[in-house]
């Protein structure tokens, strides 16, 4: 359980600011306000999926292969071609082949962090991790003092009260053990804009989030008679150390994010992936990534602006051990279809031309093959100094890519793409104002937008 927020931590809302290009804190509040409004019209993306592949997919298997380097190096697969001359990927994407010209390929993105609980702080909020003094990485578990992830950033610099949330992410919690890995919630902003986390599996026949559903008998205007009595209640707390306790307050934050979901029916009727056909079940793939991948696209279309499909539990990815034959049997499998699947419903609605989708994991793998201690079967270990991720829709050019590795896909020979640039680019396909900041709880003022826009997504031409 995320642990609870210290009151020297309680940080009013009035001290996260967006300011103006001097950078100032304390700049004039309708100014910051104007400016987001300006920048979010001048929005590519409307909603972002962000399918992140936890523990570390394998790019000299999947996006950068290197059929000419030597055997232990270059694995068991060979490349294919695609649909766009010149570029090859692993042999076990046929349909993601076929659909080359749709997305780009970053190769060169890099950073160094080499553990699975650093590296996804780093990936989904573009900030390092500090390990407290005398500790290991295992003491960077979540925490209510992390830098916010991208979804309670957005959510912060733009409340919703349309019952759509800002960020939603399944189908699973990052959670080894007694380890809740950082970066998937809202940190110091407080549990008012944690994503919603959803920890079920939409290919399950019971499928249903009972938290959108109301109880047999209680009607919309019962609810709304029901959140009136709980108001009064609220008000009649006469205590003034009650009433500015953070359990309470955090308590009274997420009644009413409840309640603006329950009366909401888009989000509602995006949960109810039973109304899809079998047809289209079946052509996401019937298993949790698919029909994860289904859903996702499902929130996509009731409108909520990030949505980060978890894919697997925290090291589904992380092939340390049989590396081939769980890439070729179970996980490239699902993910060619699903993926597949999800671009062509984007692309037959129209809705890629304002969906940004991202594929990546939080790093990748290394370069030359290895046995563990007491195993048989030879896998890949962590790697974070080259790796890839897939990017499509919203403006990024389709059919190209962006980097280049060395002969053995260690590291980058061209420009190199960190986290951070990564999030900067999110948040700028968002219409997020390129001087947004946030205050942390040691007063210190943050710049969302920490990186460089990808350019070359965009343009056409490496950096």
Request: glycine share 10%.
């Amino acid at each position: 359980m995320p642990e609870p927020v210290s009151p020297r931590f309680q940080v009013d809302r009035r001290r996260f600011l967006e300011v103006g290009a001097a950078g100032v804190v304390g700049a004039a509040l309708p100014f910051s306000q104007a400016r987001l409004a300006r920048a979010a019209e001048a929005a590519r993306a409307k909603s972002v999926l962000i399918v992140m592949l936890s523990g570390g997919p394998s790019q000299l298997d999947m996006w950068d292969p290197k059929p000419e380097a030597p055997s232990e190096i270059r694995g068991e697969f060979s490349p294919i071609g695609t649909s766009v001359p010149g570029i090859h990927i692993g042999e076990h994407m046929p349909r993601l082949a076929s659909q080359m010209d749709r997305w780009s390929i970053l190769r060169s993105m890099a950073h160094v962090e080499h553990n699975h609980l650093l590296a996804t702080h780093v990936a989904l909020t573009g900030r390092p991790t500090p390990i407290p003094r005398g500790g290991s990485d295992l003491d960077r578990v979540e925490s209510r003092n992390d830098f916010p992830n991208l979804a309670s950033a957005l959510d912060f610099l733009r409340p919703r009260n349309d019952g759509i949330p800002t960020g939603v992410s399944l189908p699973n919690y990052f959670i080894e053990g007694p380890l809740t890995w950082p970066g998937q919630y809202s940190g110091f902003l407080g549990p008012r804009h944690d994503p919603w986390q959803i920890n079920q599996d939409p290919n399950d026949e019971k499928f249903r989030v009972d938290s959108l559903s109301l109880q047999p008998g209680v009607t919309s205007p019962r609810l709304h008679t029901r959140q009136q009595m709980l108001e009064q209640l609220n008000r009649g707390v006469e205590s003034e150390v009650l009433r500015g306790h953070p359990r309470i307050a955090s308590f009274g934050e997420q009644q009413e994010v409840a309640f603006s979901l329950l009366t909401s029916a888009k989000v509602a009727e995006a949960f109810q992936i039973q109304r899809e056909s079998d047809e289209s079940r079946e052509r996401y793939g019937r298993n949790k990534f698919g029909q994860s991948m289904l859903l996702a696209r499902r929130l996509v279309e009731a409108g909520v602006p990030i949505v980060q499909a978890a894919m697997g539990i925290v090291q589904t990815w992380d092939t340390h051990v049989d590396n081939w034959g769980r890439l070729k049997n179970t996980l490239l499998p699902q993910l060619d279809m699903g993926l597949a699947a999800l671009m062509d419903d984007l692309h037959a609605t129209g809705r890629i031309e304002d969906t940004l989708v991202i594929v990546m994991g939080e790093f990748g793998r290394t370069p030359r093959i290895s046995t563990l201690p007491g195993e048989k079967i030879p896998g890949r270990d962590h790697w974070a100094s080259a790796y890839s991720g897939l990017f499509a829709g919203a403006g990024v050019r389709g059919g190209q890519v962006i980097g280049q590795t060395d002969a053995i896909a260690a590291y980058p020979l061209s420009r190199s793409w960190s986290p951070a640039d990564v999030c900067t680019t999110i948040f700028d396909a968002l219409g997020v104002a390129e001087d947004a900041v946030v205050v942390d709880p040691l007063g210190r003022p943050n710049h969302l937008l920490n990186g460089e826009v990808i350019a070359p997504l965009y343009s056409g031409r490496d950096a």
